[in-house]
Structure formats: structure tokens, C-alpha cells
T-cell receptor, first 114, second 113 residues
């Protein structure tokens, strides 16, 4: 079955470490997105990409980096510059040109700083 | 800018009671509208979407929503709440083709036995 796979489901980071969250989709979707979710704040867009080798900053990109070397993959790196990284991270994808499709979401990665 | 407002961050209903979750959008043109549900520690799942084909949209698990242009609203309803409906619900809007979705801040639904 097609879908989005996020891994790992739980991740622990020490202060000063970079960590990378994986997001893979086999839906042949063009666009991919990363959101951060904190209690009571809804979903905040970190980065998005509509085509391979191109991506744009969202509303809260500081302290994060991404790459899009393959259509299927959109990994997110949480760098040491992100001062408060503890959150639930969601990856999503959507086809372009098939409005209104909406997004398909992965099951999320919960990142905790220890 | 495109936005959605969800009135009520927490809603509590009794099992068997009507569920009403409110969503208002701001747009100069009728947008595309979505409702998603999120269970604890999971991703978001699409409940239903408005595509302009019909103003009353039926989704999964007996949920439905009605697009009211005059009220710029897209409220989510279910006639009879089940315990399994306890979750967080998000309204989202897409202004036009290719635009990113804008999400509301969510409404957490609690269902009392």
C-alpha cells in the first residue's frame, strides 16, 4: 500500500547534537512538507519542497535544514541551533495539479531533548 | 492572507450527543476546505473535503460538514458521538491550486460516557 513512512517514531537528542528525521513516500507525490506540532499551537510549517533539488522555508525554518535529492525522500535535520527542539514532527506529501487533494501525513516522530 | 479559525480549543460532549466543531475561513473567493482528525501520537487523517461540487460534504465515520459561503463557515458535525471519536480535529484551507494548506489551531474533542 502507498503511504508515507516516518522514522524513527521516538528520538532522543542530547544538547548540542544534530539529528535527522527520515520521511519517505511511495505515492509519487511531487510536494513534501515538514510540520512541527506543539500542544495548543496547531501545525507550524518548517520547510516544503515541490520539486527535487528545490525547497523553501516555512514559518519556523530557523535551526532546521532539509534536502530533496530524490522525489521519494525529504529528510529533516534538527541542528544544534534549534534551541527548543522537543516536539512532534509530521511529514506530509501531496500531488501537484490535482487540487483539491489535500495532504497525506506520516505517523510522526516525537523528538525529545535529554 | 488565507486563514482559518477554529472556535473552541476544547469541546466535550456526552456519548450519543451531537458533535459540532466550528471552522470559519477568510477568503475573497471560495477556497478548498478540509477536515482532518488526529489520534494521540499519530499523524493526521483526512475526514472530508469541500471541492465546490456540493455544499454538504459527507466523510468517514458519519462525519459531515456544510459549506456556507454567506457565513464563511465549514462546521463539522456528527449526529451521535462515540467514545472512539475522542481526538483532535483540524480544519484546513487551500486557496487555489498549488497553494499550501493553512491549518487551524485544532479542537480537542472529549467524549464523556
Amino acid at each position: 500500500d502507498g503511504g508515507i513512512t516516518q522514522s524513527p517514531k521516538y528520538l532522543f537528542r542530547k544538547e548540542g547534537q544534530n539529528v535527522t528525521l527520515s520521511c519517505e513516500q511511495n505515492l509519487n507525490h511531487d510536494a513534501m512538507y515538514w510540520y512541527r506540532q506543539d500542544p495548543g499551537q496547531g501545525l507550524r510549517l518548517i520547510y516544503y519542497s515541490q520539486i527535487v533539488n528545490d525547497f523553501q522555508k516555512g514559518d519556523i525554518a530557523e535551526g532546521y535544514s532539509v534536502s530533496r535529492e530524490k522525489k521519494e525522500s525529504f529528510p529533516l535535520t534538527v541542528t544544534s541551533a534549534q534551541k527548543n527542539p522537543t516536539a512532534f514532527y509530521l511529514c506530509a506529501s501531496s500531488p501537484l495539479g490535482r487540487t483539491p487533494y489535500g495532504y497525506t501525513f506520516g505517523s510522526g516522530t516525537r523528538l525529545t531533548v535529554v | 492572507a488565507q486563514s482559518v479559525t477554529q472556535l473552541g480549543s476544547h469541546v466535550s460532549v456526552s456519548e450519543g450527543a451531537l458533535v459540532l466543531l466550528r471552522c470559519n475561513y477568510s477568503s475573497s473567493v471560495p477556497p478548498y476546505l478540509f477536515w482532518y482528525v488526529q489520534y494521540p501520537n499519530q499523524g493526521l487523517q483526512l475526514l472530508l473535503k469541500y471541492t465546490s461540487a456540493a455544499t454538504l460534504v459527507k466523510g468517514i465515520n458519519d462525519f459531515e460538514a456544510e459549506f456556507k459561503k454567506s457565513e464563511t463557515s465549514f462546521h463539522l458535525t456528527k449526529p451521535s458521538a462515540h467514545m472512539s471519536d475522542a481526538a483532535e480535529y483540524f480544519c484546513a484551507v487551500e486557496k487555489s491550486s498549488g497553494d499550501k494548506l493553512t491549518f487551524g489551531t485544532g479542537t480537542r474533542l472529549a467524549v464523556r460516557p
